[in-house]
């Protein structure tokens, strides 16, 4: 948090920040080429106006999170938290905790609980895979002795980026190999037994699903140290007391955290008109994974999730700025991605199979079958074509006098089964 204060501070970002603003509504107007933005802040309407809207909003809701039913949740008389609405004061000192979960915020949540509480249990479903990875990069610290801060850090970057890369594809070709080859880091993890079957044993290939980082491997050393444990089955009813499973079992909890899962929305749950036309964002294509078809001027920072989101955003945020300074160069006031009718969706923007995802196919833009409507999950790729690549591939541009594009709205995509 100090690093990112002190960094907008010596930038200046913080002059232009409007905290506690809920953007709730945007309308563009091809006439004026503006968006006008409506706010809610502190139970008013404030109003603001832009050329250019870009979100960076994120891909889920800060409403709250996915919360499934869980029968006899109302008897139980304990504590239950879900990481979104975390209370700042919850103390679980000494408490016996069960976190329904097994994806990264089970993995980010079980070393740092079990250091305090009595006992920390994670109940899952199904489970993830799981890796260990250094937290401390030691080719990063061999070579800023050797290398200046710039030099050392292009090369761990890239070497990274590579990396990242190279284990994605060999995923990707080789799931059975590479499944083994994480099971059994996991088994021998510290020297120590971990138990494999049934918690580390997942239902679905490498990368169907996102991979967990647990960062020199503190979600394992907080189960083979005893603090923590797994129990892999299901909830078949809360109790008074804690949780009854489906295969007999009763986990006692005075605390329980409901990592279930997020709800994925798009555009940041923003209301989006153009030219008086309402845009579903669900019916809308994705345009080189950041602009929606037939919304002029807006586009929506979506990272990766198959390596750091913020590579992507990173080229995102280059892209805006190589569009604006293209509107600029010629004169134009605005950029409508332009779809063609005929266009058929092949996929939703994010391609897992994870439930979250799954659930929000329909919320969420489509992609169609090739560039610029297909989203990369592929850093080299995507650099070529968004550092490098025309601005002007499937574009229609215009200006404030010639205005007149709600009819590049698409007609709704249907997805191919
Ligand atoms: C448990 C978990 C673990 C993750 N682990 C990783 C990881 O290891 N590596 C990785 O790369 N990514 C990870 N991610 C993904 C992570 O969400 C992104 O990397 C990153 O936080 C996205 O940054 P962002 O700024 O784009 O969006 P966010 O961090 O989601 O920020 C969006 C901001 O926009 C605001 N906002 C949203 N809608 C509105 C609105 N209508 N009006 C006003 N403000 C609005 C929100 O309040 C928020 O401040 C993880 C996510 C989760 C939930």
């Keep these: 948090?100090?690093?990112?204060?002190?960094?907008?501070?010596?930038?200046?970002?913080?002059?232009?920040?409007?905290?506690?603003?809920?953007?709730?509504?945007?309308?563009?107007?091809?006439?004026?080429?503006?968006?006008?933005?409506?706010?809610?802040?502190?139970?008013?309407?404030?109003?603001?106006?832009?050329?250019?809207?870009?979100?960076?909003?994120?891909y889920y809701s800060y409403k709250g999170g996915f919360a499934p039913e869980?029968?006899?949740?109302?008897?139980?008389?304990?504590?239950?938290?879900?990481?979104?609405?975390?209370?700042?004061?919850?103390?679980?000192?000494?408490?016996?905790?069960?976190?329904?979960?097994?994806?990264?915020?089970?993995?980010?949540?079980?070393?740092?609980?079990?250091?305090?509480?009595?006992?920390?249990?994670?109940l899952q479903r199904s489970p993830s895979f799981i890796v260990s990875r250094p937290s401390h990069d030691q080719m990063a610290i061999r070579l800023r002795r050797v290398l200046p801060e710039r030099s050392a850090y292009a090369m761990v970057r890239w070497k990274n980026i590579a990396s990242a890369r190279l284990s994605f594809a060999f995923c990707k070709q080789f799931p059975n190999t590479a499944a083994r080859a994480m099971?059994?880091?996991?088994?021998?993890?510290?020297?120590?037994?971990?138990?494999?079957?049934?918690?580390?044993?997942?239902?679905?290939?490498?990368?169907?699903?996102r991979i967990c980082l647990t960062p020199d491997g503190d979600f394992f050393s907080a189960l083979t140290s005893g603090r923590a444990s797994i129990a892999t089955d299901e909830i078949s009813r809360f109790t008074r007391t804690g949780i009854s499973l489906a295969s007999g079992s009763h986990l006692d909890a005075d605390v329980v955290v409901t990592a279930t899962a997020l709800n994925l929305v798009a555009v940041g749950e923003i209301e989006?008109?153009?030219?008086?036309?309402?845009?579903?964002?669900?019916?809308?294509?994705i345009y080189k994974g950041l602009m929606l078809s037939g919304v002029p001027n807006l586009a929506w920072c979506l990272g990766y999730?198959?390596?750091?989101w913020t590579m992507r955003a990173d080229l995102s945020s280059r892209y805006v700025c190589k569009l604006l300074n293209h509107l600029d160069a010629h004169d134009v006031?605005?950029?409508?991605?332009?779809?063609?009718?005929?266009?058929?969706?092949?996929?939703?923007?994010?391609?897992?199979?994870?439930?979250?995802?799954?659930?929000?196919?329909?919320?969420?833009?489509k992609q169609g079958p090739e560039a610029p409507w297909s989203r990369h999950q592929n850093y080299f790729a995507d650099v070529h074509a968004m550092r490098f690549g025309s601005v002007d591939d499937s574009m229609a541009f215009g200006t404030r006098d010639r205005a007149s594009?709600?009819?590049?709205?698409?007609?709704?995509?249907s997805l191919n089964a």
Aim: charged share 20%.
């Design 1 to 58: 948090m100090n690093y990112i204060k002190e960094t907008a501070d010596a930038r200046g970002v913080d002059q232009h920040i409007r905290l506690d603003h809920m953007v709730t509504r945007a309308t563009w107007s091809s006439i004026d080429a503006t968006w006008t933005v409506t706010c809610r802040v502190a139970g008013s309407l404030r109003v603001y106006t832009c050329s250019f809207l870009y979100l960076c909003s994120g």
């Design 70 to 122: 869980f029968p006899g949740l109302e008897q139980f008389s304990r504590m239950v938290v879900h990481p979104q609405q975390w209370p700042k004061d919850l103390d679980y000192t000494d408490k016996r905790v069960v976190v329904i979960a097994s994806g990264a915020t089970a993995v980010t949540l079980i070393p740092a609980m079990a250091a305090t509480a009595k006992h920390v249990t994670i």
């Design 183 to 209: 099971k059994s880091a996991v088994a021998r993890h510290d020297g120590r037994k971990v138990n494999l079957d049934p918690h580390f044993i997942p239902r679905y290939e490498p990368w169907d699903q």
């Design 272 to 285: 989006l008109e153009v030219d008086g036309v309402r845009i579903d964002a669900a019916q809308s294509f």
């Design 305 to 308: 999730t198959n390596v750091s």
């Design 333 to 365: 006031d605005y950029a409508v991605p332009t779809v063609e009718d005929s266009m058929v969706a092949e996929q939703s923007v994010l391609a897992l199979q994870a439930g979250y995802v799954l659930r929000a196919v329909d919320r969420l833009p």
């Design 405 to 413: 594009v709600s009819s590049s709205i698409p007609q709704k995509p």
